[in-house]
């Protein structure tokens, strides 16, 4: 019988949101699959791990009780459910991602929120763009996608907020009630806009997340469309945002690349190589249902296995220099999306939000943007990774 994957004792939560990459390169290399006692999980640090994992839910769930989660979205939401019932759900709010969706309704919209927010920028000043664009910019056009915008919608600061409140609620694995008193605040906001939005709806139906599920001939239960627009918050806001401030670095610390994307207009490629780089969402938890094996260790059931696509996308079978940031790879064929079942839904929303749209928008506006001090750019995050700060001057 094979043995039980090693147990690190050294390595911190504080130190995996401060900087992992030195971590999940040693592990790579040395340990693969390792049982990481700060994280309570198996980390497993190589692609072909992590993508067999996600293609492989009969042996690896995503119904993890042991998470959070369930009680700070106050829901079991379609992200931690398997097979048919994670179909149905997926599948009602499908319409609202549909390529023409996209298209014809998104993007033009998309295209408005971006111009105005970034003619609010002022010239020749240093920002922080996290706050003062790539925040907004993320959860207004969320607003709009998920239907919750208009006269009496939700604010950019709203959106933000609860996002942020369902991320620390789904995070609180100490299982702190102050800390599921900020999720559940903003619960009580969501729920009550929801409320208020469902006459509109239903009186205009339109390809807006909320509105196709509310008006669908067979809809889900209410409590689950609520919740799975609560996922979309909780996942919709801090990955474009994160996304956008990562490119922008990228690009402005590697000025030749910079111009040879500004004169190929390859904002696609920069944006698929910022997403790999530093991936947004760097860690996925599945729970094993049936003893199995990884590598020649014993992966016992119950166990709850951590997909670090932080890592995959930076393994060195796949990558050259993935340590860097190279827009012009040979190929690039990251996870910074998930694989199977769960793969992202907003995956072309995010690509065309911030590759098509905002990008080659805000490069034009400020053709000489640059970072006067790369120290005053701080990154963080173990779960979800990103600048939180990153001052720009804007010329
Ligand atoms: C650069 C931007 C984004 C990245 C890198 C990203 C990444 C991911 C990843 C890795 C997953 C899978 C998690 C897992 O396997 O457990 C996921 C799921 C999901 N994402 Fe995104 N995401 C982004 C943007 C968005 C946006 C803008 C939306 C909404 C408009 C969105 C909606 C979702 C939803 C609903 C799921 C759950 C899908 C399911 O469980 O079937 N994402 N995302």
């Known amino acids: ?32 699959v390792l049982r990481v006692k700060s994280v309570g999980r198996t980390l497993l640090t190589k692609a072909e791990d992590t993508k067999y994992v996600k293609d492989t839910p009969e042996i690896f769930s995503s119904n993890d009780p042991n998470t959070p989660m369930k009680r700070a979205f106050q829901a079991h939401t379609l992200m931690r459910k398997d097979g048919e019932a994670h179909k149905r759900e997926r ?10 969706v996209i298209m014809n309704d998104w993007m033009p919209r998309y295209q408005q929120i971006a111009e105005e927010y970034v003619a609010r920028l002022p010239r020749g000043e240093v920002v922080d763009l996290f706050p003062a664009l790539a925040g907004p910019y993320a959860a207004r056009g969320l ?15 709203q959106m933000q907020y609860w996002s942020q409140a369902l991320i620390t609620g789904a995070g609180n694995f100490g299982w702190k ?49 609520y919740s799975n627009i609560k996922i979309a918050i909780g996942g919709g806001i801090n990955e474009p945002r994160d996304a956008l401030n990562t490119i922008i670095y990228g690009l402005l610390t590697n000025p ?25 969402i760097q860690a996925s938890a599945r729970l094993v249902l049936e003893d199995t094996e990884i590598r020649g260790y014993h992966i016992p059931k119950g166990d709850t296995v951590m997909t670090i696509q932080a890592s995959a996308c930076r393994d060195e079978d796949l990558y050259e220099n993935g340590e860097d940031f190279i827009v012009y790879r040979d ?11 769960h793969f992202c839904q907003g995956t072309h929303v995010a690509r065309r939000a911030v ?23 701080i990154w963080r995050g173990f779960g979800f990774r990103g600048p939180v700060q990153i001052p720009v001057l804007l010329n």
């Open 331 to 341: 190929k690039n064929q990251h996870q910074a999306f998930g694989n199977g079942p």
């Open 91 to 100: 599948m009602a709010m499908a319409p609202a991602f549909a390529p023409k």
């Open 355 to 377: 590759g098509q749209v905002m990008l080659p928008l805000l490069f034009d506006r400020f053709p000489d943007m640059s970072i006067p001090d790369i120290n005053d750019v």
């Open 177 to 225: 009630e102050d800390i599921f008193a900020i999720s559940d605040h903003a619960n009580i906001e969501m729920n009550a806009l929801m409320d208020l939005l469902q006459d509109r709806h239903r009186a205009n139906p339109n390809n807006s997340a909320l509105s196709v599920m509310l008006n669908a001939d067979d809809p889900i239960e209410t409590s689950q469309i």
């Open 256 to 280: 030749d690349q910079l111009e040879e994307v500004k004169r190929n207009a390859d904002w696609d490629k920069a944006f698929e190589e910022g997403v790999r780089w530093v991936a947004p």
């Open 143 to 157: 607003a709009v996608l998920l239907g919750l915008d208009g006269p009496d919608g939700a604010t950019d600061d």
């Open 1 to 32: 019988m094979s043995t039980l994957a090693p147990l690190d004792e050294t390595i911190t939560l504080e130190q995996l949101d401060r900087d992992p990459y030195p971590i999940y390169r040693r592990l790579r290399t040395e340990t693969p």
